[in-house]
């Protein structure tokens, strides 16, 4: 048996209940390739391995480009035949001219769903990486020039204007906005201007990673109306995942089902397949008490309703 095929084993073990769960499920954050970073899948095949566990939908994400463009070109090559919604958007780093209102037009247009404000150029990033070198996010299979700290705040800690331009565009388009990898108190302003600007879409990726968020936090942005996303890559990856069912549970507490989803961001090379993921969690969650129709909601309903346009 190959390393890749250890890694997922166990998805050829049995588990009729869990597999009934994710009929329908929606993964926001797929990791494929092509990518600087080395990715195990690309997005065909990540596309073929979850409409084969009947997943509905899932968003393809580059920290470096737009992938909008590659599931159009893909459409032909097969992915259109394939039982499920594919979608992607554009994260605002230096790559893509960073908080770059033209980009998000344009590839909103094209059909994308998703807006990530920085990520591998927000500050908050750029520090934690910085300060954890074995943090064992990915590192770039090919010379590239560093990315400086790109911020979303002015002196006074307002928006900056063309992040307010952006947030409006997302608005006109109704859109998914998520708040990438900032910190905590910069996503407190992105998500205030979120709602101002008429964004009824907000998704708060792994609060625990990064962007230090407490539960209470978490819950805050809850009660503003966004999506707290727990991602699997941290949850179910290795025997020694940190976030456990009890570091989760605080979040779920002061989030509630409505407020939480779950979301794999994997695909990397070296880590196990987003459909595993699901398998491992929905697992954990229903042997930890949780209710079927629970673990359903954060694992497809609520995505899903982001995804959906012409409502709010």
């Not at 390739?33 to 968003?59: C, H, K, N, Q, T």
């Not at 990438?180 to 625990?208: F, K, N």
């Not at 994997?266 to 196990?272: R, W």
């Not at 987003?274 to 359903?296: E, F, Q, S």
Request: some cysteine; charged content about 20%.
């Amino acid at each position: 048996m190959s390393s890749t095929a250890v890694l997922d084993a166990d998805l050829r073990e049995p588990d009729p209940e869990v597999d009934e769960l994710l009929v329908g499920a929606v993964d926001l954050h797929v990791h494929p390739g092509p990518s600087p970073f080395p990715r195990r899948i690309g997005i065909l095949g990540a596309a073929r391995d979850a409409a084969a566990a009947g997943f509905s939908a899932m968003v393809v994400k580059s920290h470096h480009l737009s992938m909008q463009t590659d599931v159009l070109a893909l459409r032909d090559a097969g992915l259109a035949e394939l039982p499920i919604d594919v979608y992607s958007g554009v994260a605002l780093n230096r790559t893509v001219g960073g908080l770059n209102p033209y980009i998000v037009e344009l590839i909103l247009k094209l059909g994308g769903r998703v807006v990530w404000f920085p990520t591998i150029s927000s500050a908050a990033h750029i520090q934690f990486h910085h300060d954890h070198h074995d943090s064992r996010f990915p590192t770039s299979s090919m010379a590239l020039l560093e990315h400086e700290p790109l911020p979303i705040l002015d002196d006074a800690g307002r928006l900056l204007p063309v992040a307010q331009e952006i947030l409006e565009i997302i608005a006109a388009e109704e859109a998914v906005l998520n708040c990438g990898h900032l910190s905590a108190p910069e996503i407190d302003v992105l998500v205030a201007g979120a709602r101002a600007a008429g964004i009824h879409r907000i998704v708060i990726s792994h609060p625990t990673f990064i962007v230090g968020a407490s539960a209470q936090r978490c819950g805050e942005w809850a009660r503003q109306g966004a999506l707290i996303e727990h991602c699997l890559a941290l949850a179910v990856n290795r025997p020694a995942s940190p976030l456990t069912q009890e570091a989760l549970q605080p979040y779920l507490d002061e989030c509630g089902v409505g407020g939480t989803i779950f979301s794999s961001d994997l695909g990397q090379a070296g880590n196990i397949l987003p459909v595993t993921g699901y398998r491992r969690m929905v697992r954990r969650l229903l042997d930890h008490g949780v209710p079927a129709d629970d673990v359903r909601a954060m694992v497809g309903g609520n995505a899903r309703t982001l995804l959906e346009q012409g409502g709010n």
